[in-house]
Nanobody
Framework: QVQLVESGGGLVQAGGSLRLSCAVS????????MGWFRQAPGKEREFVAT????????YYADSAKGRFTISRGNAKNTVYLQMNSLKPEDTAVYYC????????????????????WGQGTQVTVSS
């Protein structure tokens, strides 16, 4: 089992930045591909970014490319999502996720491939 706790959400003006954090506890941190998803009111859950078990491979949704960066701090067992140039359409609840897998460079983008989810953190971008 692994536990995921997100933090760092909040209210920011368009063009601003936020850094989301996800504290990972339980099994070995490097056992999982880590991802971020988001869900806006009335919309389906949407993939944002993922980081492989090795930490060497990343994959982003088109909406996140060039603006968001996923990374991890191994010493702190934490995954980050740095979000820059935020837009009102980025407003959503953001969820940290973990996927068990054997391939070190696996970068899953489908929510159904993830095994563990955090409780979510609200991000609101005002225009």
């Amino acid at each position: 089992q692994v536990q995921l706790v997100e933090s760092g959400g909040g209210l920011v003006q368009a063009g601003g930045s936020l850094r989301l954090s996800c504290a990972v506890s339980g099994r070995t941190f490097s056992s999982y591909a880590m991802g971020w998803f988001r869900q806006a009111p009335g919309k389906e859950r949407e993939f944002v970014a993922t980081l492989s078990r090795s930490g060497s491979s990343t994959y982003y949704a088109d909406s996140a490319k060039g603006r968001f960066t996923i990374s991890r701090g191994n010493a702190k067992n934490t995954v980050y999502l740095q979000m820059n140039s935020l837009k009102p359409e980025d407003t959503a609840v953001y969820y940290c996720t973990a996927a068990e897998g054997t391939r070190a460079e696996w970068v899953p983008a489908r929510w159904s491939l993830y095994d563990y989810w955090g409780q979510g953190t609200q991000v609101t971008v005002s225009s």
